[in-house]
């Protein structure tokens, strides 16, 4: 059974940084394409980065320059570099497959204040 369970969301000012994480257990790495999204409050669920199993990564540009997605296949996990953060960049962040396969974890807040 797939289990996402994100985290290393929290409170932070503009311009800093945040670091996030995705366990994702149950999940046939190594042929999945992950993907990292987030949902604003009012706003529909959007991509914003991914990642092949070979490490090709891609952003959305909202996000492009400020964020790096890694994954560490051996321990079936997916990261989400974010530095020099907005306000805007204020959402709860998820972590799945691309194209979307398995049920949404609980997510994890990032909130960016001015």
């Known amino acids: 059974q797939v289990q996402l369970v994100e985290s290393g969301g929290g409170l932070v000012q503009a311009g800093g940084s945040l670091r996030l994480s995705c366990a994702a257990s149950?999940?046939?790495?190594?042929?999945?394409?992950m993907g990292w999204y987030r949902q604003a409050p009012g706003n529909q669920r959007e991509l914003v980065a991914t990642i092949t199993p070979y490490g090709r990564t891609n952003y959305a540009d909202s996000v492009k320059g400020r964020f790096t997605i890694s994954r560490e296949n051996a321990k079936i996990t997916v990261y989400l570099q974010m530095n020099s953060l907005k306000p805007e960049d204020t959402a709860v962040y998820y972590c799945?497959?691309?194209?979307?396969?398995?049920?949404w974890g609980q997510g994890t807040q990032v909130t960016v204040s001015s």
């Open positions: 149950g999940v046939i790495f190594s042929i999945n394409t």
């Open positions: 799945n497959t691309d194209p979307i396969k398995f049920n």
